[in-house]
């Protein structure tokens, strides 16, 4: 059963609700605790120009700041392992401010609103009497929730890729684009490596430390920029933009918005890392669309940012 909470009082239950099931690290991110942040450049292929005004995506090449990110709260987990990863980029925009895309690797999230999300990180707390979590009851929310299904059952497979560099990370969540002539498209980005997609076999990475995936970066970053595409589906009349977990067919038309290149990590670590990376945090030509976790995030991840900011 969801309850109707306001906004602001919803994003503090889902952070409290967080840190009881998982722990609180103080000084870290609620969620993708552990991370490194790295300098980027954005170079626009052109593509976008008629259907988005963003700087950006038609203009001359950006600087971007870009954060990758293992899921769990605990910031001291091994890298070999099930976990999605992130992709937070922040794009230095040309007239000042930026913009962010926020990525992970995967295609689907596992809730469609913030109350079934705070629903299921309840059914998914440990049964008192035995301190184990109790399958029957992440089981029952499905059921009842069934589009939760796949996005968890994806995560729950998902293979350790070898590199950060060698994952695709999708932005999820639709967002419409405004072009010069005032016209609307509903969007949805993916960033694919350059490298290809290469994971570990199973049962390998046993021996991976908690900095494994950061050193092996340093190590390619030293052989030249680790680059990614931007690829930007695009809607067609019908296609859902308010529920993260749907895609929409893989036959949508697609373009390539740009390149990333990533060079090297930041000088400053400790204030990139402590930034916050929001996908609420748009451009003109550039819009929100109807989904509700998009909308809830913001909020979420200001909880978050002043609790680490104050450790607690
Ligand atoms: C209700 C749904 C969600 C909740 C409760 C949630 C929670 C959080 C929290 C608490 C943080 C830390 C924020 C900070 O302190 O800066 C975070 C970061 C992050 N989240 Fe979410 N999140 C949600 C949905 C999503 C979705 C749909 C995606 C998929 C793109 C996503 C990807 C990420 C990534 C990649 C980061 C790390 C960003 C960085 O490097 O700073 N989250 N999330």
Known sequence: MTTELPASQLSVSIVDEIEQLKGTYPGYRRAHARGVCYDATFVPSGAAADLTTAAHLSGEPVRATVRFSHTDTNPHLADAGTAVRGLAVKFHLPGGGNTDVVGVNIDRFIAATPEDFLALLKAAEPDPATGAPDLGKVQAHVGAHPSAGPGLFTASQLPTPISYGTTTYWAIHAFFWRAADGSRRAVRYRWVPEAGDHVLATGEGGDWSAEHLTGELGERLARGPVEFTLKVQLGEPGD??????????????????????????????????????????????????????????????????DRRSHDR
């Open 240 to 305: 859902p933009t308010n529920d993260a977990t749907l895609v929409w067919p893989e036959e949508r038309t697609e373009i390539t918005a740009g390149r990333l290149a990533i060079t090297a990590e930041v000088t400053d670590q400790k204030h990139w890392n402590a930034q916050v990376f929001d996908p609420t945090l748009l451009t003109e030509g550039i819009e929100l669309s109807d989904d509700p976790i998009l909308a809830a995030r913001s909020a979420i991840y200001a909880v978050s940012y």
